[in-house]
């Protein structure tokens, strides 16, 4: 009696398979969209919350966005492509960006792409690590 088979199927019950980042990521990658939607609205708000999302290392570099109101002009976004990592712990956002401003009563308009990384850190706190704006008039 070849008793194989019937180790192979307790092997599999007992050691079920490692589930994949694409199976762990929908509920994560959801989050990490709505840091992202979070911070687009808070330069839509010209309210300066949005480097509350940032991880405290870039908060420190970038805060002169919100202060210098750099962001504060940004009326409309579409993420394009999202990215997630293989252990899921970072999602990687590119898009599109539109705005506008009035300057000497002047209304300019204008349009770019971005990229955000979103990543967990140690502590289970999800930010933006990487913030890229890319205005292309």
């Not at 180790?7 to 762990?24: I, N, Y």
């Not at 908060?59 to 990592?85: D, P, T, Y």
Request: glycine share 10%; with cysteine; aromatic share 12%.
């Amino acid at each position: 009696m070849n008793r194989l088979p019937i180790l192979a199927l307790l092997m599999v019950g007992v050691f079920p398979a490692r589930p994949s980042a694409a199976d762990c990521a929908p509920a994560e990658q959801d989050w990490a969209r709505g840091i992202v939607k979070d911070f687009f609205h808070s330069a839509f708000d010209h309210d300066g919350a949005g480097v509350g999302l940032f991880s405290p290392e870039l908060a420190k570099s970038h805060a002169w966005m919100f202060a210098r109101g750099q962001l504060v002009c940004c009326n409309a976004f579409h993420i394009v492509s999202e990215e997630v990592s293989p252990h899921g712990s970072e999602v990687i956002f590119k898009g599109n960006v539109k705005g506008g401003f009035v300057q000497d009563r002047y209304s300019v308009s204008f349009h770019g792409t971005f990229a955000l990384r979103v990543a967990k850190e140690s502590g289970g706190r999800w930010s933006i690590r990487y913030v890229r704006l890319n205005w292309l008039n």
